[in-house]
């Protein structure tokens, strides 16, 4: 297992468009904690047993704040290269410190890590390094990566022209250090240099993650990464057969007629209100790919399934729904998780902290899927038992 994680946190370009920083960037302030002691306090819940931050710009700031590591749980150490080195020359520089193989990451990208998971699938690739790729579905920027179908990464484009990009690199590299060895005399780009000559030899393998990064690169992102890290309370429900009586297998709930609350639904719901979570539901209607019924009718259901909601006091954030058929291979059908990576993506909280309660297997395949926290009722469960048991163990 990974014991040590290497931080770039430091040196060109240590700007936040359009402005010169007084502060090195991974010290931005967040919610009175520095943007970079998120990611730290990730890598510790991770298992992460020492970091190594590679500074430069007011590198002398970053050691001030985090000293030796003690009071967060782990090592620190420190490897300061010039403020004009580049990427690469600051791995070499701190080649003494490092462990055989190591996770290396940039300063100021925040990511959800799950570093047994992406451990597992380097081992599996076989191959010399990896790095992290967002699938971008929600265009949050530009892709500058393509990735095959063995998940090997073909081209890697800063300029981000290339055809067929399908995704992008956000940092998180695994590396072993004999990949050193090969590095260039001089200084030089980590990302310009070495890894188009891992992806010339097919040794640069390509973790797909739909889980959203938040990065510090413009003033525009920072009300969203305030709202990504505020404290919150998230969680999942499916409907059918959770909030209302699941209909026989092969019919649907067309009109409002046939939506019946479940006995207890509207209280669970009230409840989980009143404890000041935010509630978002989660459905497949395949009856509109199959022609028994139309998103109209869909709209007209749940418009007034939230009216109510309303009357009873209770707050739903949002419906999420997938229309197609069960071999139309969309990313949104469960047991894939694409309803629940779209609900975080369009309101900015982590998957890895919401909870998920539905009633089928393939609710907790998805949540399994999305690395939220799952419950699955019993058949003829009670959704006021299973989150009154939730709350009373959280």
């Known amino acids: 297992m990974i014991k040590q994680a290497v931080i770039l946190a430091g040196g060109q370009g240590m ?69 004009d080195c580049d990427t690469g020359t600051r791995i070499r520089n701190a080649s003494h410190l490092l462990d055989n193989m190591f996770l290396l990451l940039y300063g100021d990208n925040y990511w959800p890590l799950n570093l047994k998971e992406l451990t597992a699938f380097y081992k599996k690739a076989g191959t010399k390094a990896l790095v992290t790729v967002y699938k971008n579905n929600d265009s949050y920027t530009k892709n500058n990566m393509r990735v095959n179908m063995k998940r090997i990464v073909e081209v890697y484009d800063k300029t981000r022209k290339a055809k067929e990009l399908n995704g992008v690199d956000i940092g998180f590299f695994i590396l072993k250090k004999n990949i050193i ?16 000559n891992l992806i010339k030899e097919n040794q640069l393998a390509g ?28 969680i ?36 989980l209100s009143q404890e000041k979570y935010e509630i978002y539901i989660i459905t497949n209607q395949a009856g509109i790919a199959r022609g028994h019924m139309t998103e109209n009718n869909l709209k007209q259901i749940h418009k007034k ?36 990576f779209q609900a975080a993506a369009e309101h900015h909280f982590d998957l890895t902290k919401a909870v998920f309660i539905g009633d089928d297997v393939r609710d907790a395949e998805a949540g399994k899927a999305a690395g939220c926290k799952t419950i699955l009722m019993p058949p003829d469960g009670d959704l006021l038992k299973s989150v009154k048991s939730f709350l009373k163990s959280s």
């Open 207 to 234: 973790f797909f993650t739909q889980h959203k990064y938040y990065g510090l690169s413009t003033l525009e992102r920072i009300p969203v990464i305030e709202e990504f890290f505020k404290p919150r309370k998230v």
């Open 305 to 340: 399934f939230l009216l109510e909601c309303s009357k009873n006091s209770i707050v739903i954030n949002g419906i999420y729904y997938c229309p197609h058929n069960w071999n139309d291979n969309c990313e949104c059908r469960k047991p894939r998780p694409g309803m629940l």
């Open 236 to 271: 999942f429900l499916d409907r059918d057969g959770v909030i209302n009586k699941k209909p026989p297998k092969a019919e649907y709930v067309k009109k409002w007629k046939d939506f019946h609350f479940l006995p207890h639904a509207l209280s669970a719901l009230k409840l």
């Open 15 to 83: 700007r936040l468009r359009p402005l010169t920083l007084t502060i090195p960037k991974p010290l931005i302030p967040i919610h009175n904690k520095a943007f970079v002691q998120y990611l730290v306090e990730r890598l510790q819940k991770n298992g992460i047993k020492e970091v190594v931050f590679l500074t430069g710009y007011l590198g002398d700031q970053i050691e001030k704040y985090f000293g030796d590591g003690k009071k967060f749980g782990l090592k620190i150490t420190y490897s300061y290269s010039p403020l």
């Open 181 to 196: 060895k090969d590095f260039p005399h001089g200084d030089f780009s980590f990302e310009e240099i070495v890894l188009p």
